[in-house]
C-alpha cells in the first residue's frame, strides 16, 4: 500500500466545534443502528434526519425527518449535508468518493479515510499489516487461477470472502476440500475476493472504542461472541479470557494508522495457542456493542453522540453488571415471542423491521446477571430448537 495516504490522514480533523444540545444530526443508514443512535441522540436533545432507501427503516419513525433515497443519491445526500449540523453514518458500504465530496462541503468529523480503507477487505487486511497488528495469512483472489495459489499458500481449509459488501457470512465460502473450489470460482467469477487460512478458533472477542474530540479514547470492556452460520449469535460480557490488554494493544496500533472519530469495533479470533488476530474493523458501533444501552454507565451508541457532536467522553465505561446478549433472528422470534411476557428481565428491544425472515435480525435482548455461565446455559437451551 503506498505511503502517501497516510500522510493525508494527518491533515483530517482531531479538534472539531461542540454542538450545542438542539443541533442536527443526520444519519446515512435507518437500520437497527441508525435507529439506536437516533434514540441516543434524542435523550441528548439533537434532532435527527435519517437518510435510507427503505420507507419502513427502523429509524425512520424515531427520526424527525426521514430522507427516502438510495445511499448514493447525490442530490439527497446535499439535502442531508444542508438540513444537518452534522453527518455520521451507521454502515460502512457508502461510496468513500461520495463521502469525500460531501466531507468538504459539510461537518464529518469521522472523515472518509476510515470507510475508504475498511470496506474493501484487501485494503482493511494490507492497513491492518502496515499497522503491525497480527492477521490471519490472506492472499488476493483476482481471478480465479488464483484459487490454486491460495491452496498451496493457506492449505485446506480456507474461506473466500468478496472483498466489498460482505456482512452477517454473506459472500463468503468455505473451502475445506478441492470439492469445494467450483463453488469458489463461482464467487470468484463476479468480484475480486480474498481467501485467508481458516483458523481454529478457540474464542471469538471485540472490543468497542470510541474517539472524540482531542483524540480522547474510551474504550468499553472486552466482550465475548459466538457466532452460529457467521452470524452474531450471543454476546458475553466481560469476556472470560484474559486477553483485554493485548486487545487494547492491537487497537492502539490501528488508531495511530486510521483516522478514527466515534464508535468503532474490532473483531479478533483467539487461537487454541491463546494467540490473539484482528479479524475485521467495523467503523461505527457494532452488534456485539449492543449490551452496553443496559449493562454500562453510557452505551456505545452514547459515546458515539458525544464524539461526533464534539462533546467530552467519560474517561471510562463502567459496566453496571455483567451481561448475556442474545441477538434475535427471525427464527427465534417465532421461538421465543410468546415468552416475552413473562421475562421483564430480558430487556427486548425490537427492531420494528416489517418482513421477518428466519435469518434476518429483528432484535436482540440483554440479560443482566450475576451468574453468567448459568443464564448463558439458560438461553442456549432456550434457543434450542434453531440450528447451530
Ligand atoms: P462479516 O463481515 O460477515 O462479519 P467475518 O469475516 O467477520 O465477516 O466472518 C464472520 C464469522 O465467520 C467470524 O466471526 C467467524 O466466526 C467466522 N470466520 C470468518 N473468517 C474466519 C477464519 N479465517 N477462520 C475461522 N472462522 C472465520
Ligand atoms: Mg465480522
Given at each position: 500500500m503506498k505511503k502517501h495516504w497516510y500522510k493525508k490522514w494527518r491533515k483530517c480533523k482531531m479538534n472539531f466545534n461542540k454542538l450545542s444540545f438542539g443541533s442536527t444530526i443526520g444519519i446515512i443508514g435507518g437500520g437497527q443502528l441508525g435507529k439506536m443512535m437516533a434514540q441516543s441522540a434524542q435523550k441528548m436533545g439533537y434532532k435527527v434526519i435519517v437518510l435510507d432507501p427503505?420507507?419502513?427503516?427502523?429509524?425512520r419513525y424515531v427520526a424527525h425527518e426521514f430522507i427516502e433515497a438510495n445511499y448514493d443519491d447525490e442530490r439527497a445526500l446535499h439535502l442531508l449535508g444542508e438540513s444537518s449540523d452534522v453527518i455520521t453514518y451507521?454502515?460502512?458500504?457508502?461510496?468513500a468518493e461520495q463521502l469525500k465530496t460531501l466531507t468538504e462541503k459539510y461537518n464529518i468529523p469521522q472523515g472518509y479515510q476510515a470507510i475508504q480503507l475498511l470496506q474493501d477487505r484487501l485494503t482493511e487486511k494490507q492497513t491492518l499489516e502496515q499497522a503491525g497488528t497480527q492477521i490471519v495469512p490472506y492472499t488476493s483472489i483476482k481471478h480465479k487461477d488464483d484459487l490454486s495459489k491460495a491452496t498451496n499458500t493457506l492449505g485446506y481449509p480456507f474461506i473466500v470472502k468478496t472483498?466489498?459488501?460482505?456482512?452477517?457470512?454473506?459472500?463468503q465460502i468455505l473451502v475445506?476440500?478441492?470439492?469445494?473450489i467450483k463453488e469458489a470460482e463461482k464467487l470468484v467469477s463476479n468480484q475480486e475476493c480474498v481467501a485467508e487460512q481458516f483458523l481454529n478458533i478457540k474464542k471469538e472477542v471485540s472490543l468497542t472504542v470510541t474517539i472524540g474530540n482531542h483524540q480522547q479514547i474510551t474504550y468499553f470492556p472486552l466482550q465475548e461472541n459466538e457466532h452460529r452460520n457467521q452470524i452474531l449469535f450471543k454476546t458475553i460480557v466481560p469476556a472470560r479470557c484474559n486477553q483485554i490488554e493485548n486487545a487494547k494493544r492491537e487497537v492502539e496500533k490501528i488508531i495511530k494508522t486510521v483516522h478514527f472519530i466515534g464508535t468503532f469495533t474490532v473483531e479478533f479470533f483467539i487461537d487454541c495457542n491463546d494467540q490473539l488476530y484482528v479479524n475485521e474493523i467495523a467503523p461505527r458501533p457494532h452488534n456485539s456493542g449492543h449490551y452496553s444501552i443496559e449493562a454500562c454507565d453510557y452505551s456505545q451508541f452514547d459515546t458515539h453522540i458525544l464524539a461526533v457532536t464534539g462533546q467530552t467522553l467519560p474517561d471510562k465505561i463502567e459496566t453496571l453488571k455483567p451481561a448475556v446478549m442474545m441477538n434475535l433472528l427471525g427464527k427465534d422470534l417465532d421461538l421465543l415471542e410468546d415468552e416475552f411476557a413473562a421475562h421483564p428481565e430480558w430487556h427486548v428491544h425490537i427492531y420494528g423491521k416489517s418482513e421477518r425472515k428466519?435469518?434476518?435480525?429483528?432484535g436482540h435482548m440483554t440479560i443482566l446477571t450475576n451468574r453468567i455461565d448459568d443464564t448463558e446455559k439458560d438461553m442456549l437451551k432456550r434457543f434450542e430448537g434453531r440450528d447451530q
Open positions: 427503505s420507507s419502513d427503516c427502523p429509524c451507521e454502515f460502512e458500504n457508502i461510496s472483498r466489498f459488501g460482505g456482512y452477517d457470512g454473506k459472500g475445506k476440500s478441492e470439492e469445494d428466519p435469518n434476518r435480525k429483528m
